[in-house]
């Protein structure tokens, strides 16, 4: 059995694989922004992460593990740098111990491990805290040196975002739980692994203490000289070794584009100036992949636009090739002329055939309080309707803009399209009591899912 996966790619150099921790893909944004500016960085979501569907097959770190490894191996990937944190710490760990050459391609792909606040083992004397019998403000008070800066108030959260937060602390139980985030097998395996490795921590946090990290062999200098951003880093946990089920990677196996999405390096890392928004990268997802919008779409998308049905919720009619080649011109530059919005748009292309399946767009804007919004949308060609392309294809897109640290994601549907909402829905959007020309406003704060457990 397989699972949709989200994978996103920024940057070009060595490729690096940005593993995160149970807190999900936002944890690690700030960091996936400063490496990819002189790395290929690949930072995936973990399946069962974020709404993503777990494989049933796949019940151990271990087998994340194997799955990883196939993923680079698929990619003709080699001398990869694996950076994990916390929960993604202890599966780049076990991708070194099983990377041997004898998996499908051949040739071990990890030449270097970062362990940022990884554990894995237990050790005598230092017990770990048990996360899942802890509340909110007793989970921020354990994982953040400053707790009020990161605690969120589950009563304030949209039932969606409670859902997704609750999913994603259940993937984790099923993986880690028993036995409680450490490996029994681990303790000397660890040690042997002859792949250079560089271990951090965070400071003054609740986390485990340092003795509680996978041993290593001696320090050496990371490989590419990560950052590591030590404030604010929450604890990582382990789990069982067993031998792995098969499970069929469901990656597609395509090289990321040269350009990426410019941006600051910082813990909390925001979307640059109005004059500098991301550019949008190509994303894979599942069935799909997210092309980003160029004027040469235009001709091929025509034939897939060209069809009143698609204006019925919406109004007005078909753009001719013409307006829609201009049209694709003017979006291409990503920005509106005075540079106060930031123009996202991609072309959503079916792995199976090449064909295009239809668009999602973000138009990004900044609040007066310095917050970055973006109101989404999503067009799905009628002969393609029904078979989930919209949900999957605004997924990946949500995801990505969550790793550019987008605050809030809107959307406005027509109270009768209920396909639309059950995107929406889909999206982690709650509707408002707010009407925009007859469409209700869908809204997400979006906060990040807590500590980068």
Known sequence: MTAEQLLTEAGTGRPVLLLHGGGGPATVAPLAARLARTAHVLTPVHPGWDGTERPAALTRIADLAEHYLDLLRLRGLRDVLVVGSSLGGWIGAEMALRDTGTGAGGGAVVGGLVLIDAVGIQVDGEPLTDVFALDARGLAEHSWHDPDRHFVDPATLPPAELARRRANLATMRALAGDPYMHDPGCGSGCAT?????????????????????PPTPAPSPPPASPSCPAPDTSPTWNSRRRSSPTWTPSWTARPAPGDHAPGHCGVRCRVPDPAQWPAATEITAGALRLEPLRAAHAAEAFTLLDDVRLHTWI??????PEQLHARYRRLEQGRSPDGEQGWLNWMLRRNSDRRLVGTVQATLERTPDGRVTAELAWVIGTAHQGHGHARTGALAMAHWLR????????AHVHPEHR???GVARALGLTPTDTVVDGEIRWSSEAPPSGPGT
């Open 193 to 213: 692994s002859g792949c250079p490795s560089w271990c951090c921590g965070a400071r003054a946090t609740g986390s485990p203490p340092p003795g509680t990290a």
């Open 315 to 320: 109004g007005g009619r078909p753009l001719s």
């Open 403 to 410: 790793t550019q640290r987008v605050d809030v994601l809107l």
């Open 419 to 421: 396909a639309s909402a």
